[in-house]
């Protein structure tokens, strides 16, 4: 049995793909995971149950599929990845306000030439500043979010990945709530 963090790419946002926390809790408990928690409106999960994270996110997406008719894309995490994740933060020391930093997750790690590829660009995204790590790339935005190019279409397009965004405060609430590894 492990940890896991899952986020949903797309919910409850603009009215679109409406999931109430309460079914999303129902589903993810109906596939056999405990402890399940949300946080927040935006299709963050924590939850306890076994596989790898490419299995739950599959699993969940299925259900989601299958019981609601909605396509919802699912990234997943250890907690062990997670609380690794939020302490490898490359921006955190260069930035006092929280809601300037933001992680994007991918599904999975993206093509090494690909990273290559986009860090070569990275003056096309200046003042916003990037940084890939396996399947996450940390953010820094000192304009904030809203008038980024690196959005997650963008990110998706160039890694070929999917991905979803959260933002830094998101990501240290999730980490409390998966606890130590």
Wanted: proline share 6%; aromatic share 6%.
């Amino acid at each position: 049995m492990h940890t896991f963090v899952l986020l949903l790419r797309g919910i409850n946002v603009g009215g679109h793909n409406r999931l109430p926390m309460a079914d999303l809790r129902a589903l993810v408990s109906g596939l056999g995971h405990s402890d399940v928690r949300t946080h927040l409106q935006s299709g963050n999960v924590v939850c306890v149950g076994t596989g790898s994270p490419s299995d739950m996110a599959d699993a969940l997406s299925s259900a989601i599929l299958e019981e609601l008719s909605l396509t919802v894309p699912v990234v997943a995490r250890t907690a062990g990845d997670w609380n690794a994740l939020a302490a490898a933060n490359p921006f955190v020391d260069d930035e006092d306000d929280p809601r300037k930093l933001h992680v994007t997750f991918l599904d999975s790690v993206p093509d090494p030439d690909r990273v290559v590829d986009l860090e070569a660009q990275s003056e096309e995204f200046a003042p916003d500043r990037f940084a890939v790590g396996g399947p996450d790339v940390f953010l820094h935005f000192p304009a904030g979010y809203a008038d980024t190019k690196l959005q997650n279409a963008v990110l998706e397009r160039r890694l070929g990945r999917i991905a979803t965004t959260r933002n830094w405060r998101t990501v240290t609430a999730l980490a409390e709530l998966a606890g130590p590894t």
